[in-house]
């Protein structure tokens, strides 16, 4: 499956963005997805994750409370809304999918995504 991100931008702390994860040549249906940002000289981390189901979801301690992921099956999309945005946010962020049989699982590893969109820089600064 091929993926796309879109929505990336500056915006001023506190601020909001909507990141969108559009794929193609395959269904998104069996795939659980990631949203993993690295900024300049960190690891790459997960920040959110959802199951193919959607019931069930992963954050990073720092964003629970202002990120929110879903995904629209139908519109093989995944999305990442963030709110209340910091400085400390600012990364590249990278839309992954895991093809699996397993409809509740959060795919939690970086290394068992096979599919990596391309990034969308985010960048919070005043």
């Known amino acids: 499956v091929q993926l796309v991100e879109s929505g990336g931008g500056l915006v001023e702390p506190g601020g909001s963005l909507r990141l969108s994860c559009a794929a193609s040549?395959?269904?998104?249906?069996?795939?659980?997805m990631g949203w993993f940002r690295q900024a300049p000289g960190k690891e790459r981390e997960l920040v959110a994750g959802i199951s193919w189901s959607g019931s069930s979801t992963y954050y990073l301690d720092s964003v629970k409370g202002r990120f929110t992921i879903s995904r629209d099956n139908a519109k093989n999309t995944v999305y990442l809304q963030m709110n209340s945005l910091k400085p400390e946010d600012t990364a590249v962020y990278y839309c992954?999918?895991?093809?699996?049989?397993?409809?509740?699982?959060?795919?939690?590893?970086?290394?068992?995504?096979?599919?990596w969109g391309q990034g969308s820089q985010v960048a919070v600064s005043s």
């Open positions: 040549g395959r269904t998104l249906t069996v795939y659980a």
């Open positions: 992954a999918g895991d093809y699996t049989s397993m409809p509740f699982k959060v795919t939690m590893s970086k290394d068992e995504y096979e599919s």
